[in-house]
């Protein structure tokens, strides 16, 4: 996977439900990823695994520009009491950074936000340190600060 090909105008970008085939570009993707822990294989691949079985209650989608994997998002379900119903989380948004600031990350979100409809999610949720503003142009609103303990 290039970081530094540029993206053009012409690219074609397909957002689809993430296959098998993808975990390898998929963990790839995760040093773009700025968090406190190392990406472990064996853990990614039973985790990935069980996401495109669908064996866990997730959508995940991958964006593929001219074939190749550029990005990925990865969004959990759950019911929840006080929502009525099901609630999402977008948990992880990854866009290379060859391809960011190409509508890539929005179409990603408008997918996940269009399959949380077709399953009748009551709303869906992100966090984000850094890129609130990139979410408040898509229509998203703070609502909460988020506190994280980590347990080893």
């Known amino acids: 996977m290039s970081t530094t090909e540029a993206i053009s105008p012409t690219s ?14 998929v963990f790839s993707l995760l040093n773009e990823l700025d968090v406190s822990y190392l990406p472990d294989r064996e853990a990614f691949d039973v985790t990935f695994d069980s996401f495109v079985e669908g064996e866990s209650n997730a959508l995940l989608f991958v964006a593929e520009i001219d074939g190749v994997v550029r ?36 179409l990603l979100v408008e997918t996940t936000e269009r399959a ?26 703070s609502t909460a600060d988020y506190l994280k303990r980590s347990f080893d």
Request: charged share 20%; glycine share 12%.
């Open 12 to 25: 074609q970008v397909q957002i689809r439900p993430a296959l098998a085939s993808d975990a390898d570009a």
């Open 71 to 106: 990005g990925y998002a990865l969004t959990t379900v759950t019911r929840l009491l006080y929502t009525n119903g099901s609630s999402a989380q977008l948990q992880e948004l990854v866009v290379e950074s060859s391809a960011q600031g190409a509508g890539v990350g929005s």
């Open 116 to 141: 949380c409809r077709e399953r009748g999610v009551r709303q869906l949720t992100v966090a984000s340190r850094r890129a609130s503003g990139f979410y408040e142009r898509l229509g998203y609103g």
